[in-house]
Nanobody
Framework: QVQLVESGGGLMQAGGSLRLSCAVS????????MAWFRQSPGKEREFVSS????????TYADSVKGRFTISRDNAKNTMYLQMNNLKPEDTAVYYC???????????????????WGQGTQVTVIS
């Protein structure tokens, strides 16, 4: 059974940094595409960033480009989201997701991903 568990969320002042982790169990992270999404209260879940099956970043949302970095440690079977220069509008529950198919490219469409974590709350105050 594949499980994704996020951690690293918390309360941060604007301009600060956080690193989210997504630990995967039940299979290796290679060779599967993965992604981060987020959801704010009253809003739909939105795409943040994705990586392809090799762990190479494929795309970022315009709102986080230049501030967030997606990465993966295959040895630790964990994906990360480094978030710098946080803004109050980054406040959301952040979810990691993984594709069930191998050798995928990832992407913005949430339907690509079959496995989801439970989410971790990030709150940014000004």
């Amino acid at each position: 059974q594949v499980q994704l568990v996020e951690s690293g969320g918390g309360l941060m002042q604007a301009g600060g940094s956080l690193r989210l982790s997504c630990a995967v169990s039940g299979r290796t992270v290679v060779p599967y595409a993965m992604a981060w999404f987020r959801q704010s209260p009253g809003k739909e879940r939105e795409f943040v960033s994705s990586m392809d099956w090799s762990g190479a970043p494929t795309t970022y949302a315009d709102s986080v480009k230049g501030r967030f970095t997606i990465s993966r440690d295959n040895a630790k079977n964990t994906m990360y989201l480094q978030m710098n220069n946080l803004k109050p509008e980054d406040t959301a529950v952040y979810y990691c997701a993984a594709d069930r198919a191998t050798l995928g490219y990832g992407g913005r469409d949430s339907h690509i991903y079959d496995y989801w974590g439970q989410g971790t709350q990030v709150t940014v105050i000004s």
